[in-house]
């Protein structure tokens, strides 16, 4: 298949990732999709979870989000995440530290604001040891 | 007239505190490149975040239920301003600018008959608008940016300006920074944040009539919900990271501006040193002559 769509990963930090590919997997907040060229114009939330990257028939990247936004459109599609993190980069210690770090913050929340910023901190966590695993499944 | 140890010693002090602004200069030098790059590289994510934003507005504009940070309260009596400075001085009219434009529009708010709130970052600002202002402060922020500027410290100013204004305490928000123009230059500029500026409709109609077509996965609303509030966060990093570049290069230019002066002043003194002992020699001299030929 020639028709390649554009791929876009930003981070508040930086540009990671922009480059043409033949489809994209995005955890959708309302299910994963798949974005292939000439997919329907739209823009959904993003959950916490791996996007994958195809290219030539095969997954070729797979990268850890901590939700977000995503806009797609016919040639084009965007990923503004509030953190991103290669899947193949991530260390089984931190991962372990920082869902450590998100169950105990839950615990110790003393105002709903506080709670809800820390649940929300255990999901992201919680997302992150299953992307792990399941590189270690792979 | 000053004796010549003093001069020298005059000379020997403003020689080391040369060498300290030169120092300064060449930190704040590397410390801006970096600043520099960290706010260039944040760039794309708010254009497209303002693109995503702009599109979902255009079709929401003017609908009756649209959320509060789009759409405002309804009045404009009590504002809220964001003052970003510096935690440290030595750096030029970085900090007096921002100061001079705050105390002018709240002045100006306040003859207006507004209520007025600041939020303080920087630990600079907060010193020097204290004596005027004091009572009219409500939260102060420090250190930020020490380490460079993160996300994190930027999701919690915030964090903190969303859930004021969900308790009701203002209706509009409106950061002052200064904006990186070049390692000379910044541009005080003051940005509304809340309620969000929608941009220009004829805008997004230009880019294409395909605008309207999207779908949207929850609901546009719900996107929204999210969108907005992670918008302010983005234009809250920006602004913080323009202040710590800008502060980076108003203090570069002011080092070396402090460098150079010391320098003239060096010149000058040791003119005056020299000038100093060479009279002196001279007026030995003539004692010593004189004195020999009286006898």
Same mark, same amino acid.
């Given at each position: 298949?020639?028709?390649?769509?554009?791929?876009?990963?930003?981070?508040?930090?930086?540009?990671?990732?922009?480059?043409?590919?033949?489809?994209?997997?995005?955890?959708?907040?309302?299910?994963?999709?798949?974005?292939?060229?000439?997919?329907?114009?739209?823009?959904?939330?993003?959950?916490?979870?791996?996007?994958?990257?195809?290219?030539?028939?095969?997954?070729?990247?797979?990268?850890?989000?901590?939700?977000?936004?995503?806009?797609?459109?016919?040639?084009?599609?965007?990923?503004?995440?509030?953190?991103?993190?290669?899947?193949?980069?991530?260390?089984?210690?931190?991962?372990?530290?920082?869902? +450590?770090?998100?169950?105990?913050?839950?615990?110790?929340?003393?105002?709903?604001?506080?709670?809800?910023?820390?649940?929300?901190?255990?999901?992201?966590? +919680?997302?992150?040891?299953?992307?792990?695993?399941?590189?270690?499944?792979? | 007239?000053?004796?010549?140890?003093? %001069?020298?010693?005059?000379?020997?002090?403003?020689?080391?505190?040369?060498?300290?602004?030169?120092?300064?200069?060449?930190?704040?030098?590397?410390?801006? #490149?970096?600043? !520099?790059?960290?706010?260039?590289?944040?760039?794309?994510?708010?254009?497209?975040?303002?693109?995503?934003?702009?599109?979902? $507005?255009?079709?929401?504009?003017?609908?009756?239920? $649209?959320?509060?940070?789009?759409?405002?309260?309804?009045?404009?009596?009590?504002?809220?301003?964001?003052?970003?400075?510096?935690?440290?001085?030595?750096?030029?009219?970085?900090?007096?600018?921002?100061?001079?434009?705050?105390?002018?529009?709240?002045?100006?708010? %306040?003859?207006?008959?507004?209520?007025?709130?600041?939020?303080?970052?920087?630990?600079?600002?907060?010193?020097?608008?204290?004596?005027?202002?004091?009572?009219?402060?409500?939260?102060?922020?420090?250190?930020?940016? #020490?380490?460079?500027?993160?996300?994190?410290?930027?999701?919690?100013?915030?964090?903190?300006?969303?859930?004021?204004?969900?308790?009701?305490?203002?209706?509009?928000?409106?950061?002052?920074?200064? #904006?990186?123009?070049?390692?000379?230059? !910044?541009?005080?500029?003051?940005?509304?944040?809340?309620?969000?500026?929608?941009?220009?409709?004829?805008?997004?109609? $230009?880019?294409?009539?395909?605008?309207?077509?999207?779908?949207?996965?929850?609901?546009?609303?719900?996107? %929204?919900?999210?969108?907005?509030?992670?918008?302010?966060?983005? !234009?809250?990093?920006?602004?913080?990271?323009?202040?710590?570049?800008?502060?980076?290069?108003?203090?570069?230019?002011?080092?070396?501006?402090?460098?150079?002066?010391?320098?003239?002043?060096?010149?000058?003194?040791?003119?005056?040193?020299? #000038?100093?002992?060479?009279?002196?020699?001279?007026?030995?001299?003539?004692?010593?002559?004189?004195?020999?030929?009286? %006898?």
């Amino acid at each position: 298949m020639a028709e390649k769509v554009e791929f876009e990963l930003v981070s508040p930090e930086r540009l990671l990732i922009s480059e043409p590919v033949e489809m994209v997997v995005v955890p959708g907040s309302e299910g994963d999709f798949g974005a292939l060229p000439r997919h329907a114009p739209m823009i959904t939330g993003v959950r916490p979870g791996v996007i994958d990257v195809y290219q030539d028939g095969k997954v070729s990247d797979r990268i850890f989000v901590a939700g977000g936004f995503a806009e797609v459109t016919e040639t084009r599609v965007t990923v503004l995440a509030e953190e991103a993190l290669k899947v193949s980069e991530l260390a089984a210690d931190t991962v372990a530290q920082r869902l +450590r770090s998100a169950e105990e913050a839950v615990q110790e929340a003393d105002s709903e604001s506080a709670r809800n910023h820390a649940e929300r901190a255990l999901l992201v966590a +919680r997302a992150l040891k299953a992307a792990l695993e399941q590189r270690t499944v792979h | 007239m000053a004796s010549l140890k003093d %001069l020298r010693l005059r000379i020997n002090s403003v020689k080391s505190t040369r060498k300290i602004t030169s120092a300064m200069k060449m930190v704040a030098a590397s410390k801006l #490149r970096r600043a !520099q790059t960290s706010a260039e590289s944040a760039r794309p994510y708010a254009a497209r975040m303002e693109r995503m934003l702009g599109s979902l $507005a255009a079709s929401l504009a003017g609908q009756a239920g $649209a959320p509060r940070l789009l759409a405002g309260t309804g009045s404009d009596d009590v504002h809220l301003i964001v003052v970003t400075t510096s935690d440290r001085g030595l750096c030029g009219g970085f900090n007096g600018s921002i100061v001079r434009s705050t105390r002018n529009l709240v002045n100006e708010l %306040l003859r207006q008959g507004k209520t007025v709130k600041l939020m303080l970052v920087g630990r600079k600002g907060r010193d020097q608008l204290k004596r005027d202002f004091g009572k009219l402060f409500i939260d102060s922020f420090d250190n930020i940016g #020490r380490k460079g500027v993160t996300f994190a410290e930027a999701n919690a100013i915030a964090n903190r300006i969303t859930g004021l204004f969900e308790e009701g305490q203002f209706d509009v928000c409106t950061i002052i920074y200064n #904006r990186f123009k070049s390692a000379i230059s !910044q541009e005080v500029t003051r940005q509304q944040l809340v309620p969000f500026p929608v941009p220009a409709v004829g805008a997004t109609e $230009a880019e294409g009539g395909a605008k309207a077509l999207y779908e949207y996965e929850p609901s546009e609303e719900g996107i %929204l919900a999210e969108l907005l509030p992670r918008n302010l966060a983005i !234009q809250v990093f920006r602004a913080l990271l323009e202040s710590n570049a800008s502060e980076q290069g108003a203090r570069m230019t002011a080092m070396d501006n402090a460098t150079r002066n010391a320098g003239d002043m060096i010149n000058g003194l040791t003119i005056r040193y020299n #000038r100093t002992r060479q009279a002196q020699i001279t007026k030995e001299l003539i004692e010593i002559i004189s004195g020999a030929e009286a %006898l």
